[in-house]
Structures are given as C-alpha cells and as structure tokens.
C-alpha cells in the first residue's frame, strides 16, 4: 500500500465513495424540501384556482428556452466530470466555463422573469401566488447560485494546477450529482407550475 | 480533561514522533493538531469522542435549563389564582420549556451518544466526516445561543440596562412565548414580536446542525465498519443511530421549509399563513406535524436503542429476537411519517383521514409492543445484575409502557377530541420522554460514562437518582391523567378554585421538586464518578459490544489495529465464544492515518449567529441589523471555503501497543 493510499477514507463497505455517499443523502433530504415547495404551491393552486392567472403572466417561449439551456448546461457537466476522469485538464476547464455560462444564462433568465413579473403586479405579498411561487422558485435559484459558485471555485483551483484525476475526479463527479439533481428540480417545476397551467 | 491531550505523546515511540506532523495544506496553512493549549484543543478538535463529550455536557446544562423553567411553571401552578409570574412570562416559561428540552437537552443527549459510541460500536477511527461532526457541534451551539438570546435581552430590561426604543418599543416579548409547535397564526408578526424571530432562526440552524450530522452518521454506518461487521450484526445501539439519521434528513426539511414560510411572512408579508392574505394557517400545522411526528421517534429511538445494550449485558444472555427488534425499529420509523395527523383529529380532516390516521396510530403500538415482550424475553431465564444501568433501563420499560397505554388512547379519535390539549395529553407524553427516554438516557450515562471518562461510579448515589426519578415522575404526571380528565386545560396560566383541581395540581408540584431533586442529584453522581479514583477498566460491566473492546476512555485513534469482526456480539463472542467466532486484528504497517484539526468548522458555525440575530432583529426593526446578517453569511462562506481549500490533512500514528505486538 502507498503512502497515498494509506490516506484514503479506508475501505467502504457499500463499494461507494464517502462523499459520493453523502451527496446522495443530500440530495434525498433536498427532494424533501423542494417537495415541500412544491406540494405547498399546488395546494394553495388547488384551493384558490381562480386568485390569479397565471397564463396571461408566463412567458412559455422564454422559460422553455431557459429550461433549454439549463438542460444543456447538465450535458456540459456530465463531459465536464467525464474529462476529469480521464484526466483532460484543458477539456474539463473548458466544459466547466460552459456549465458555468449556461447557469448564468439560466439565472439571468430568471431575474429578468422575476422583475418582470413585479412589474406587471405579481409580488410576493400577491395572494398565496406570488408567496409560494417566489419562495420556490428563488430556492431554486439560489441552488444554482450556489451550483455555480461551486464550479468557479473549482475552476480556480484547477487553474492551481493542484487538481489531478485520481484525487479530485469524485469531487466533480459529487458537484455533477448535485448540477444535474436540481436540473431535475427544475424540469419538475417547469412541468408542474408552468407547463400545467396551459393545458385547458 | 485536559490530561488526555499530554496522552497522546505517551502512546508513541520516540522515534515515531516526527510522524506528528500534520500536512500542510494547499494555501499553507497550519492546522492546530497536538495544541498544548486546551481551549484550542477542544475548539478545533474534530475527535468524535471530544465533540460527543461536549454535546453532552452542553445537554446537561439545557437539561437543567429547562428542568428550572419547569420548577418555575410547576411552583405557578401549585396554587389557584397563583401569580408567581405573570401570563406572558408562563407563555415564555412553557414555550421554551419545551423547545429547550427537545433540542436543546435530548437530542443532543442523544448524538452525545451517538458520537461517542457509534464509530467505537463499528471499529472505525472515526465518523466518515470528521470536520462536518465539528460543524454539527457547534452549530447546536449557535441555534442555542440563538434560540435563547430572549432571556438576555428581558434580563437586561428587567435591570434597566436596556430598553426597546423606537420601531421596537413596546415588544417587550423577546423569549418566544407560542408554545414549542408555534401555531400560526399566533406566530404572525400581529400578534408576536422578537421572541417568535429568534425562535424560527434559532431552529433553523439547529436544523442545519442535525440534518448535517445525520448525513455523517448514515456514512459512517453504512461505510465504515470494521471487516465483517455485517449489518446483521450490528449493535441495536447503531442501527437506531441509523434509523434515527434517515428519520432526521427526511423529516427535517419540512419544519425548514415551513419556517423559511414563516420568517418570509414575517419579514417580506408573504401570505403563506396569514389568512388576509388567503394562507391558511392549518398549513403549519400539517407541514409542522409532518416533521413533529417522526421528531417523537428521533427521540426516542436511541433511548431503545440504549435499553436494547443495557438489557442483555445485565441479564448476561443475548438480546431476544435480535433481527425482530431492528426490524420493528424500523417499522416505528416508517409508520411515524404516516400518523402526522393524530395530532389534528380535533381540526376537522373528515371521516376518513381521521380514520386512517387513527388506525395507522394504532398500527404503530404493534411493533413498540414487539420490542417490549423482546425486552422481557431478554430478561426471562437471564442472571439479572441489579446495577444502576439495569434499574433505569427496567424503569424505562415499566414506565415508557404507561406513556405507550396513554398514547393508545389517543389514537382512538373519539377519545383524542375530549383528551386534546388537556393535561391528559401532558400526561401522556410526560411519560413518554421522561419516563421513557430520560430514563434510558439516565441509564446510558451510568452504562457508558467509566467508557467515556475511564472512571467507575463509586458509592450508592445511583439508588437515590432512581427513587427520586421514578417516584418524582410518577407522582408528578399520574395525577395529570386525572386533571386531563377533569377537564384542566393545559398551558393555563392559573385556574380558580372549585373544578377540584387544587389537590391534584399541589401533588404535582410537590412531585416535580422530588424529580428535580434527583436529576440534581444525578449531576452530583456525575460529577463524583469525574472526581473517582477507581478505574474502570476496558470491560467494567461484562459487556457484550466492541466499545469494550478497547481501553477506558478509549485512545484517540480508537482501536490499535482494526478489529475483525466474527459475530454479532463481538465482544461477548470474543470472550466467551468459539476460536472461530473470536475477534481478529487487521495489520497495518503504514501507522493509522488520523485526520487534523480546523478552525473552520467553528468558523463557518460562528457565521451563524450574526446570522440569526442579524434576520430576527431586522424583522423587529433595528436599524443595521440586516449588515449583521451579510456579514454572518460572509462568515459562513469563508469558512467553508477555507475549510474546502484546507482539505482533510492528516497525520500518522503507530500506537506502541500495535508495534509492539508486531
């Protein structure tokens, strides 16, 4: 045995990584709280269908292109933790700025919707509405938010030429878990928020 | 304490004390391994041993805080038309009464035992994360220090050294004063000031402080165990650790979310309970319960789980049914997500939640039941040892089963509507947490504590503890079933004369000062085993499980070599067992490889409290209050940023026991 290896976590009985392991706990906990999101903005939906309508406010072509490129920022992570196994520095870098645009993007995204949204009338203390759909879509961003300055940081450390495949490939792969979970967070919300709210 | 950080030189050869020196991290800095100065020692130390220490001792004093909140509470009601305090000091008495208790006094009562044992229990060095333990630690400690800033700023009002001037003037309600589930929309910024802020923040990040040690824990669990140690085989004690940290990650976010609601209504008027706005104030109590249920199983899982270890080493036979009562564990943990609603049936849910509800409650009473006739059948046929941990774990038994009788009867809706917030109910679940879990927690500090601190208990105070105990519980909340029934509401802050109500409500008061008496008297115990000079040794009571195995209090790095482990009841295996069944040693050439200490859990958990502060007292209207809060959150994300950068570092040790056997 290496010194390196001596220095690992020891051994893992569930044959998975310690921090692998760990973010998988998060992100179980996380469906809690956005399930709570969720649930509380369908049940107030449900209890007050006519307080507002939201149709005439949402904006489906910009929220799909958002959700878009949301969507692609998740298949730069999943090549970005791929170059990392495999030890491409320069590709993961790249992938990383991609991922970290895309997020941008989506967030700047949101902002413009949530201005314009009080703009036209829609602020938080607008009914239960704008109560549960700010709280659970700015929870959301503030999970990108973070996503995002997950990434930079990792993206300076890269550039410290410290990283290398066989130390830090799990630690992107865990910050790929959590990118793509609250990409799936967010499909979810797009389709019970907005999507729903066309049909009929 | 502070001998056992000059211990760990004494463990080593000379010449492996070059291999001390901690590794540098990538920014250069140092890390405080091997301080000769205490307090640095114990601030960054990320030795689950030391932080499960610290919980407990942190515990003990809330468990004292909120025992004197109840002395107070009990001495209000000893009389009718008593005015000892006012109306708005009770609300404030009761509500942190309770908060106090349950997360300030046994829930870290019980991750103290969580800590220490849990990777002693597996044969691990450590929990998977060691810096996130340390987080966790002093997380707790920010959400305390949160949660009961009130009673600094009353105290300072009541001496005149403070005064609430301009947007906060006439609040003078800064203790939360709601009640512990704070029902909206009693909790609206209409109704209730600071206190209500400092308790929705307090909570929070006692939230983050559990939720983040309950991911530790399952890591540790499910990752970490020694060669062999198969699920199967491990303690009961850790597998209600597991099924506890499951319960805690799912169960949590729901009060986050819900508070996160209220602290936005508060602060920013979102309608999410406020009824002018259209919110619906029957919301928190479903969100509350949601979580509030399975937080009854959080408590009280562990205190199984401590009664399932006592049991057997004292009846020197193993535990009845091994598999059963994990199982059954289990089955409390999953049906306790499902019977939120028992705590509603009085809210008008219609026919059939009630009924659901009503049956699954009633379902849940199967596997408790299970677990008790195991108990007995532990101790059927088995050469009993009457010793203090044996008696509070029988008294636990006895007395957790009047608190489940009780808790049937509630599950019955007809019966809950005229029951619901009578001092039945505080009968019932008075029971429950101190005749059941305070007793098993009683009972696992005399069990563990020679473990924890390498010195044996001396003299016949445990006696005094249990009579005390017991007959102060009893006679403290037997009558209160009586009251209940008499139609005594409870959270009253006085009643009249006539109801027939006096004699009942004298007796339990004259019963929580005799049960007062003997939680102080078991803090003199504790204190008077610190102070002994008998050592305990690795094996005192004949134990059964791995944390005997090593020495009393147990090395830094745990075990010299990884033992391997062959049977369920490793110890008693090892000890009395076949060669086959007998415990192995894993050989490590390359020295134990130990994490370093850091100041960034306590860093970033110290970003906390500007944190919570900050938001509570924007909401009331300080001015500036809301830069405190930015600066907690700058805090928090330089500490975990550093921490990050930092990495986990390490040392290498090679303990002279392992050398030498080599």
Known sequence: MSQEASHDDGHHNLMVNNKKLIMWLFLGSDCMFFGTLISTHLIYRKLYPNEFEPTQLFSLELTSFSTFILLMSSFLMALSVSAMHKGQMKSFRRNVVGVIFFGLIFLGCQVYEFTHFAHEGLLVSTGTFGSTFYLMTGTHGVHVAIGIFWLISMLFYSQSGKMEAHKNAIDVEVAGLYWHFVDIVWIVIFTVVYLIEFIA | ?662
């Open chain 2, 1 to 662: 304490m502070s001998t056992k950080i000059t211990d760990i030189p004494s463990t080593l050869q000379q010449s492996d004390l070059n291999q001390l020196k901690p590794e540098k991290s990538d920014i250069g800095l140092t890390r405080p391994d091997h301080s000769k100065n205490v307090f640095i020692d114990w601030l960054t130390t990320v030795d689950h041993k030391k932080i499960g220490l610290m919980y407990g001792t942190l515990a003990l004093f809330f468990l004292l805080v909120g025992g004197v909140e109840a002395l107070v509470i009990r001495t209000q009601l000893a009389v009718p038309e008593n005015n000892l305090v006012s109306a708005q000091m009770y609300n404030q008495l009761f509500t942190m009464h309770g908060t106090t208790m349950i997360f300030l006094a046994i829930m870290p009562l019980n991750a103290a035992f969580f800590n220490f044992l849990v990777p002693l229990q597996i044969g691990a060095r450590d929990v998977a994360f060691p810096r996130i333990n340390a987080f966790s630690l002093w997380s707790f400690v920010a959400g305390a220090l949160v949660i009961n800033f009130g009673w600094l700023l009353q105290a300072l009002e009541a001496f005149g050294l403070f005064s609430a001037s301009g947007p906060t003037a006439g609040m003078n309600d800064f203790v939360p004063a709601m009640g512990w589930f704070g029902y909206a929309p009693l909790t609206s910024k209409e109704f209730t000031g600071a206190g209500t802020d400092f308790w929705i923040m307090g909570l929070q990040i006692l939230g983050v402080a559990s939720i983040s040690a309950s991911f530790n824990f399952i890591v540790t669990i499910i990752n970490m165990r020694a060669p062999g140690l198969k699920m199967m085989r491990l303690p009961v004690f850790t597998w209600m650790t597991l099924i506890v940290s499951l319960l805690i990650i799912f169960a949590f976010p729901a009060i986050t979310i819900a508070l996160a609601q209220l602290m936005f209504d508060r602060v920013f008027g979102t309608n999410f309970f406020s009824v002018a706005g259209g919110g619906q104030p029957i919301l928190w109590q479903h969100l509350f319960w949601i979580f509030g249920h399975p937080e009854v199983y959080i408590l009280v899982l562990p205190a199984m789980g401590i009664v399932s270890e006592v049991l057997p080493t004292f009846s020197k036979k193993p535990l009845f049914g091994y598999s059963i009562v994990v199982f059954s564990g289990a089955v409390i943990g999953f049906l306790g997500f499902a019977v939120w609603s028992h705590h509603m049936f009085t809210t008008g849910l219609g026919k059939i939640a009630t009924a659901a509800f009503s049956l699954l409650t009633m379902a849940i009473a199967v596997p408790t039941g299970v677990k008790i006739f195991n108990w007995v059948g532990t101790l059927w046929g088995g050469r009993v040892r009457f010793q203090a941990p044996m008696i509070f774990a029988l008294g636990f038994v006895w007395m957790f089963m009047m608190g489940g009788f009780s808790g049937i009867m509630h599950s019955s809706a007809p019966a809950d509507a005229q029951q619901q917030d009578s001092y039945f109910v505080i009968a019932h679940f008075h029971y429950v947490a101190i005749g059941g879990i305070l007793l098993a927690i009683i009972s696992g500090i005399y069990y563990w504590l020679p473990k924890m601190i390498g010195k044996m208990w001396q003299g016949n105070l445990n006696l005094w503890v249990a009579v005390m105990t017991v007959v102060g519980l009893n006679i403290t909340f037997f009558p209160m079933h009586f009251l209940g029934l008499l139609g005594m509401p409870r959270r009253y802050h006085t009643y009249l004369s006539g109801f027939g109500w006096e004699t009942y409500n004298m007796v339990c008061t004259i019963g929580s000062y005799i049960l007062g008496l003997g939680v102080a008297l078991l803090v003199v115990d504790i204190i008077l085993c610190f102070r002994s000079k008998k050592p305990a040794g690795n094996d005192p009571w004949d134990a059964r499980t791995l944390e005997w195995a090593t020495s009393s209090p147990p090395k830094v790095y745990n075990f010299a070599k990884t033992p391997i482990v062959n049977a369920r009841d490793a110890l008693w295996a090892d000890k009395y067992g076949p060669e086959s069944r007998k415990l192995g040693a894993m050989d490590e050439a390359h020295g134990i490889h130990m994490p370093s200490q850091s100041w960034m859990p306590l860093i970033a958990s110290l970003g906390f409290i500007p944190l919570g502060l900050g938001l509570s007292l924007m909401q009331a209207g300080v001015p500036y209050a809301g830069y405190a809060a930015i600066f907690g959150l700058v805090t928090i994300t330089f500490g975990i940023s550093l921490w990050a950068i930092e990495g986990p570092g390490g040392y290498h040790l090679h303990p002279k026991e392992a050398v030498e056997e080599a």
